[in-house]
């Protein structure tokens, strides 16, 4: 469904933008139909520049995004409205979504006017209340009402639910529980689940680990741009092999077992300098050999087994090790 090939992102900063930031290296990953992947990295890694990208909110600088196989960098008017139709996005902040001074269901009408245009009030207003309804919401309660007096899960819902009124076949869900209590978060992560068994597939960018692994088939891990590790979820959270997975794993606290803090304390230190054209955890990474090559070239992604990727020298010096020694 969707394919991203060596996708990168540049991006001009500084004084008159005489300086360029690598935001997105050659990204490449896939989301088949009904597919959950977790895009997963610390603040800064991309996660949410490649959902703008995908959403075209803002213009790749290298590589391809298609969606069933079309370009979508190609798409401009009717082709690129017909795109929307089937590839929405919601984001972090559900109240930036929203203009205060309107009642929330002038969302749907935003809709309406642009993709159902000839569509009568008693058909719209059901086509609405059904779409309100798939998420669990009582349409009397919310539709109403001003932003400012719903909360930020019953928000997020509703535009869940405006995406729903399309044809949508893919949601980029950017953080959209990161600011949500806990027991909103289980409500939305349900309702995604729940889309997905009618087909629904979602690019589910997080930070946080639980989260993926809880809603997601398959998890791809950035560090500053570049894929570190990817593949099923289950077999890169019970075998993570990159030293970047690790040290997020080891990052999370857990009830049955202490804290591996040494871990955490290696990579947090930064005992390398950073480097312009080796590996991007050079300068955290507590493996690290330059006699590898990780001071000189970008480690290529290899696949380790079935569905398991990973980009590390020090995976490939470990198995080569081992090779020798059977």
Partial sequence: MLKLENLSKIYHVGTFGGTELLAV??????????????????SGSGKSTIGKMILRLISKSAGSITFNGVDVSSLHGSQLKEYYRKVQGVFQDPFSSYNPIFKADRVFKLIRDEFFPGTNDVEWIAKVRDSVEDVGLNPDHVLQKYPHQLSGGQLQ?????????????????????SMLDAS???????????LTSQGLSILFITHDLSLGYYISQKAVILYRGCVAEMGATEKIYNRPLHPYTKMLMASVP??????DEKVVEIALEGKNAELEDGCVFYHRCPAADAAMGCAERMPPLIETEPN?????????????????IS
């Fill in 25 to 42: 290296n050659e990204v490449s990953f896939q989301v088949g139909e009904g597919e959950v992947v977790s895009l997963i990295g610390e």
């Fill in 157 to 177: 819902r509703l535009l869940i639910a405006r995406a729903l009124l399309l044809d949508v076949e893919l949601l980029v869900a950017d953080e959209i529980i």
């Fill in 184 to 194: 909103t978060r289980i409500d939305v992560l349900n309702l995604l689940a729940d």
């Fill in 254 to 259: 857990r009830l049955d077992r202490k804290w």
């Fill in 308 to 324: 398991h990727f990973v980009a590390c020298f020090c995976y490939q010096e470990e198995q080569a090790a081992v090779k020798d």
